[in-house]
């Protein structure tokens, strides 16, 4: 299967008025995910758009534009960076319009992503280039086992603003490209740990609630979590611009979404109309008794996934949860799918258990069948630790 094809027919591709600029992306720590996340961004924005490489942590696209605040609207990307370079290595390129830009004193980094050698090849060129353009440049050093700088490291030590880093990025080709945006995750971790209530075990992190957002493709309407907890989904896409509404069984979640709602307008100066109407106690089992039939633009949720485990269950405890939950699912999605726009989007988490190298979770696809949905994507996202493993599925109305 071609690049091309992996991402679907048809390929948006860029007009013959466009710039034709070529943007390397290095996605997260789930790559899946992230390449998913930014398909579903460009395709909302109809953003004219080609994939032409890939390699280990990332890709190359060629846009048609880049939107201005593309990066801090992405949940899953952590580097853009402007293609400058393309061919079999370095060597060849030519760094004269980056160095006439740089002030006498600079301090650069470099980041590999394919194969070391890249790093160390291009560090040195970069040194030898800029001393005989007489500028004093300073190499952010790693250690001998690291061929990239982090995201985290390029904000801290302001590399972006006192200079500049270079990707090197072997796919099947080498792609050099200049870093213009960094994903901010301090300013995520905000959105989650300066909010007032808290609830760390049963809320998704910011940066996977944007993921899900994006993964709903729309600009625009009214985005509902019917299992909203203390509102983090709710919170991303105030944050984007849309009409929220949420509810959950639990009236002291329900409570607590709605103070850190309030402390989102205050801390970023977000208004959320009718706070106290807009998220209410209810049962997602019941949807159809406080939504009309197809009037939510967009569903974006992670049900009840079980008790908390202490430990990795063995198939006959995963079974168990499963069964527990598969009932709630099920009755759900029914009434998500009621009250949902034609063609609009389910972004769901589900769980799933890892047994003995044997993977078990709910039949999406027959829940979304059976509920007149049609199955796009199955996703997993989890860290090693955790026990009940999420599934990021992604629905649509036929």
């Known amino acids: 299967m071609s690049l091309a094809e992996d991402w679907g027919k048809p390929v948006y591709k860029c007009s013959s008025q466009s710039l034709h600029m070529e943007f390397v992306f290095v996605l997260g720590k789930n790559a899946e995910l992230s390449e998913a996340e930014l398909k579903s961004y460009l395709e909302t924005r109809s953003l004219g758009f080609e994939p032409i490489d890939r390699g280990e942590g990332f890709i190359v696209l060629k846009l048609d534009g880049l939107p201005e605040k593309m990066m801090g609207e992405l949940g899953g990307a952590l580097k853009i960076g402007e293609v400058v370079f393309s061919g079999e290595d370095a ?16 301090l650069f980094a470099v980041s590999a992503y394919g194969d070391r050698k890249d790093y ?73 740990m300066e909010r007032p209530v808290q609830r760390a075990i049963f809320s998704i992190p910011p940066r996977l609630c944007r993921i899900m957002i994006n993964l709903a493709k729309i600009r625009s309407g009214i985005l509902l979590d019917p299992f909203c907890g203390i509102g983090s989904v709710l919170q991303e896409a105030a944050l984007m611009g849309f009409d929220i509404r949420g509810e959950d069984i639990d009236e002291s979640a329900v409570g607590g979404c709605k103070e850190n709602l309030r402390w989102l307008e205050k801390k970023y100066g977000v208004i959320i109309d009718n706070i106290n109407v807009k998220i209410r106690q209810g049962d997602a089992r019941k949807l159809g008794g406080y939504f009309t039939a197809n009037s939510v633009d967009a569903i974006v949720t992670e049900p009840y996934l079980g008790e908390p485990l202490r430990e990795r269950p063995n198939l006959r405890g995963a079974q168990g949860v499963l069964d527990e939950v598969g009932p709630l699912f099920e009755a759900s999605l029914k009434e998500m799918t009621a009250v949902l726009k ?4 389910i972004v769901i988490v589900s769980p799933f258990f890892d047994v003995d190298g044997k993977r078990i979770g709910l039949d999406m696809e027959r829940l979304a069948g059976q509920n007149g949905l049609r199955l796009l994507q199955s996703i997993p996202d989890f860290e090693e630790h955790h026990r009940t493993l999420r599934l990021i599925n992604v629905l649509v109305k036929d």
């Open 342 to 345: 034609p063609h609009g989007r």
């Open 120 to 192: 160390v090849a291009l560090a040195e060129l970069l040194k030898k280039k800029l001393k005989e353009f007489g500028i004093h440049a300073g190499c952010l050093h790693l250690s001998t086992n690291e061929s990239a700088v982090s995201h985290t490291d390029i904000l801290k030590k302001h590399i972006l603003e006192k200079g500049f880093e270079m990707l090197a990025c072997r796919g099947k080709r080498f792609w050099l490209a200049r870093t213009i945006a960094v994903h901010n995750p301090f300013e995520f971790r905000r959105h989650d």
């Open 91 to 106: 060597n060849a390129a030519n760094f004269d319009r980056l160095f006439s830009t740089l002030p006498d004193k600079a």
